[in-house]
C-alpha cells in the first residue's frame, strides 16, 4: 500500500526555472494539501484541494499554483522559481476534512 | 501566520527516560494530533484527540485533549533509540485548517 507518493525525491532549480512537483494518493481521499517545511518554522500550508475540482490558497500561496487533476493526483507548480522557495514540500491526503493527514516523504527542493 | 507554541524545542535524553512535551494556543481547538518525523521522511501520526480531557494512548505513548481546549500534552515513556526525532503537534478549530507547532527534537545522549 503505497499511501502518498511525490515525485522527484530531491531537485535543484536555477532562479526563473520552473517546475511541477507531482503527488499521488491510492487510498481514496477527498481532500489534499500542499505544505513548505522550513527549518524551526513547522509545517505552512499552500494550497489544498478539499475534494475533486476545487482548489483553496493557504497560508504562503504566493510564487506557486496547483492543480487536482482528478481524485488521486494534485501537483504543484513554481512558474519562476526563487532562493526563498527552496524548502522541503510535503503533500498530504485525508479522507474527510476533519480527518487526520496522511503525508508523502517529501521533496527536497533547492534553487541557486 | 497563526502557531502553536510547542515546548521545549529540543531534548536531550538518556535512553529509559520518560520526555514529556506540550504545546499551548490562544485559541480553542476541536482536534489535537500528535506526529513524528524520522529525517528524510514525512510526519507520521502517532495520536489523535478528538474531545476535551480526553486521555489516549499508543504504545508508550499517551496524549491528553487539555480541559480547556488550548493545550494538549504528549508523554513517552521509556524512551528508547528509535523514540528520536521531530515531534509535531497540530491543532484544528472551527474552521477545519489544521495550524502546526514548530516541532521538538528528542536527541538520545550518547
Known amino acids: 500500500n503505497a499511501g502518498v507518493t511525490q515525485t522527484p525525491k530531491f531537485q535543484v532549480l536555477k532562479t526563473g526555472q520552473s517546475m511541477t512537483l507531482q503527488c499521488a494518493q491510492d487510498m481514496n481521499h477527498n481532500s489534499m494539501y500542499w505544505y513548505r517545511q522550513d527549518p524551526g518554522m513547522g509545517l505552512r500550508l499552500i494550497y489544498y484541494?478539499?475534494?475533486?475540482?476545487?482548489?483553496d490558497k493557504g497560508e504562503v500561496p504566493n510564487g506557486y499554483n496547483v492543480s487536482r487533476l482528478n481524485k488521486r493526483e494534485f501537483s504543484l507548480r513554481l512558474e519562476s522559481a526563487a532562493p526563498s522557495q527552496t524548502s522541503v514540500y510535503f503533500c498530504?491526503?485525508?479522507?474527510?476534512?476533519?480527518?487526520?493527514?496522511?503525508f508523502g516523504n517529501g521533496t527536497r527542493l533547492t534553487v541557486t | 501566520g497563526q502557531q502553536l507554541n510547542q515546548s521545549p524545542q529540543s531534548m536531550f535524553i538518556q535512553e529509559g527516560e520518560d520526555v514529556s512535551m506540550n504545546c499551548t494556543s490562544s485559541s480553542i481547538f476541536n482536534t489535537w494530533l500528535w506526529y513524528k518525523q524520522d529525517p528524510g521522511e514525512g510526519p507520521v501520526l502517532l495520536i489523535a484527540l478528538y474531545k476535551a480531557g480526553e486521555l489516549t494512548s499508543n504504545g508508550r505513548l499517551t496524549a491528553q485533549f487539555g480541559i480547556t481546549r488550548k493545550d494538549s500534552f504528549l508523554n513517552i515513556s521509556a524512551s528508547i533509540p528509535s523514540d528520536v526525532g521531530i515531534y509535531f503537534c497540530a491543532g484544528r478549530g472551527g474552521n477545519y485548517q489544521l495550524i502546526w507547532g514548530a516541532g521538538t527534537k528528542l536527541i538520545i545522549k550518547p
Open positions: 484541494s478539499a475534494s475533486e475540482g476545487t482548489t
Open positions: 498530504a491526503s485525508s479522507g474527510e476534512k476533519y480527518s487526520p493527514l496522511h
